[in-house]
């Protein structure tokens, strides 16, 4: 039942995006970077800036009252169970923002949705908490394999990143889940892969070669990227009618600067097109680099809603397009799709601090020859691990104590003589007191990731 309700949304959803795009940019077929090209220019504007008003109206109207539940908590069931209208109505809000050109993933609402979906379903049955959350897991990834046409990345999405396990019973599960719903895909759209791969065939020393090179410039970006996003986060905007304002101006921006540079639109997908197709300059491709993270982050200050996989995905796209032309510069006639991929691996790989689930997410997307992926698989765990001691190295020990200077909180200092100490509590007994002490850890308390907190759930 959750992958067959996981498939239904994803492909309702997916519909429902295609539709938005039609009626902002004004075309009715083809590919989305060809109807925003043709698009005359004050279309461009109006479209993303329209959809913007429209979709932050809509968020403030459901936020006033309190926020929408995410993807963790209806995993962990700490919080009471929305009613089914507000969740859903927030996906399609996603939906309307990403399909009128919003630099933002449109991967949250079928994971979210299909979740809800899950949830929803199975709230009467008799299932333990940890199938039940182990369930819903599934269904979020298999949200995004519906989408996607990525049925082994939805199972990883599951396991590696919502629910931080390595057990096999659990990936068998969110596998099967992400299957059916895979199937409902198939059965609607046929079996074609989200990028038509363009039929070169690398070298496999070349492509070793890059996969080895990559793993540093693809961890660095992939952190710059993580810290942007998490700063705009932590300025986005209240649950105010300022929602409508803020949401509309991006939308306004973005269209403007799509004038120049019309990859931009969307989640991803565009920017990944033009490397596809062979399109684009090494002037364009750094320019997408600097500029895909920074239209993202704008929509996250503005107050929007949405994933952060395919933005993060095209901007490691877009870095691996720029070495690979920068190569063709030197005489060297490398496959700009190949780095292409590998580069949005590593990337992906640093940001969601997931590197199986980046690797063949990138992979599916595409379906490069099969000896590619091992290689895919080498960036995405390098850059991992690279960012991973990165982050180990540089920061502060954990034994220092704070200081006045280093505090970043906003509350006024305080000007009040501190409090006596405390008398120091008389030493136990030797004798009396136990041998052992356990304090109870908490399992939920680890730093959020960029796309969401890791839930600790289990099969027994």
């Known amino acids: 039942?959750?992958?067959?309700?996981?498939?239904?949304?994803?492909?309702?959803?997916?519909?429902?995006?295609?539709?938005?795009?039609?009626?902002?940019?004004?075309?009715?077929?083809?590919?989305?970077?060809?109807?925003?090209?043709?698009?005359?220019?004050?279309?461009?504007?109006?479209?993303?800036?329209?959809?913007?008003?429209?979709?932050?109206?809509?968020?403030?109207?459901?936020?006033?009252?309190?926020?929408?539940?995410?993807?963790?908590?209806?995993?962990?069931?700490?919080?009471?169970?929305?009613?089914?209208?507000?969740?859903?109505?927030?996906?399609?809000?996603?939906?309307?923002?990403?399909?009128?050109?919003?630099?933002?993933?449109?991967?949250?609402?079928?994971?979210?949705?299909?979740?809800?979906?899950?949830?929803?379903?199975?709230?009467?049955?008799?299932?333990?908490?940890?199938?039940?959350?182990?369930?819903?897991?599934?269904?979020?990834?298999?949200?995004?394999?519906?989408?996607?046409?990525?049925?082994?990345?939805?199972?990883?999405?599951?396991?590696?990143?919502?629910?931080?396990?390595?057990?096999?019973?659990?990936?068998?599960?969110?596998?099967?889940?992400?299957?059916?719903?895979?199937?409902?895909?198939?059965?609607?759209?046929?079996?074609?892969?989200?990028?038509?791969?363009?039929?070169?065939?690398?070298?496999?020393?070349?492509?070793?070669?890059?996969?080895?090179?990559?793993?540093?410039?693809?961890?660095?970006?992939?952190?710059?990227?993580?810290?942007?996003?998490?700063?705009?986060?932590?300025?986005?905007?209240?649950?105010?009618?300022?929602?409508?304002?803020?949401?509309?101006?991006a939308g306004t921006l973005l269209g403007i600067t799509a004038w120049w540079f019309p990859e931009l639109f969307g989640n991803g997908k565009a920017i990944i097109d033009t490397i596809i197709t062979g399109h684009g300059t090494i002037a364009v491709f750094l320019a997408l680099l600097l500029l895909k993270p920074l239209a993202t982050s704008m929509y996250l200050r503005a107050g929007a809603t949405g994933g952060l996989i395919t933005p993060a995905l095209a901007t490691g796209a877009a870095l691996g397009a720029a070495a690979a032309v920068t190569t063709h510069a030197l005489g060297l006639p490398l496959p700009t799709p190949t780095y292409a991929i590998i580069g949005a691996a590593g990337v992906l790989a640093t940001t969601q601090k997931a590197p199986w689930f980046a690797a063949f997410f990138a992979w599916e997307l595409t379906g490069p020859p099969l000896w590619v992926l091992p290689c895919v698989l080498l960036t995405a765990i390098g850059s991992h691990h690279l960012a991973a001691h990165r982050a180990t190295t540089h920061a502060p020990p954990l034994t220092r104590p704070p200081k006045v200077s280093d505090s970043a909180s906003s509350a006024p200092a305080s000007t009040t003589t501190p409090p006596m100490p405390r008398a120091a509590a008389p030493s136990p007994d030797p004798k009396t007191a136990p041998r052992h002490s356990k304090t109870p850890c908490p399992s939920l308390g680890k730093s959020p990731e960029p796309d969401q907190s890791p839930v600790r759930t289990e099969l027994p």
């Open 1 to 249: 039942m959750a992958g067959l309700l996981s498939g239904v949304a994803g492909v309702a959803l997916s519909f429902v995006l295609h539709l938005v795009e039609y009626q902002t940019f004004g075309y009715d077929h083809g590919m989305f970077l060809d109807g925003v090209r043709q698009a005359p220019r004050w279309r461009r504007v109006v479209g993303p800036a329209l959809g913007g008003l429209l979709a932050g109206g809509g968020w403030w109207w459901i936020r006033r009252q309190r926020p929408v539940l995410t993807v963790n908590e209806l995993v962990t069931g700490s919080s009471p169970r929305p009613a089914l209208w507000r969740v859903n109505l927030d996906a399609l809000l996603q939906v309307l923002v990403v399909g009128s050109g919003a630099s933002i993933g449109r991967e949250g609402a079928p994971r979210q949705m299909a979740a809800l979906l899950t949830a929803t379903a199975i709230e009467h049955r008799r299932i333990s908490p940890a199938h039940r959350s182990v369930l819903i897991a599934a269904a979020a990834g298999a949200g995004l394999a519906a989408v996607y046409n990525t049925p082994i990345a939805g199972a990883l999405f599951a396991v590696e990143i919502t629910l931080r396990t390595r057990r096999m019973a659990t990936l068998a599960m969110a596998l099967a889940v992400s299957g059916i719903a895979t199937g409902v895909l198939w059965s609607v759209h046929g079996t074609a892969r989200a990028y038509h791969w363009p039929g070169t065939t690398p070298s496999w020393p070349t492509t070793l070669a890059w996969a080895l090179i990559a793993i540093a410039p693809c961890a660095i970006v992939g952190e710059r990227f993580s810290d942007l996003m998490s700063r705009a986060r932590a300025k986005t905007t209240p649950a105010t009618p300022w929602l409508i304002i803020t949401i509309g101006a």
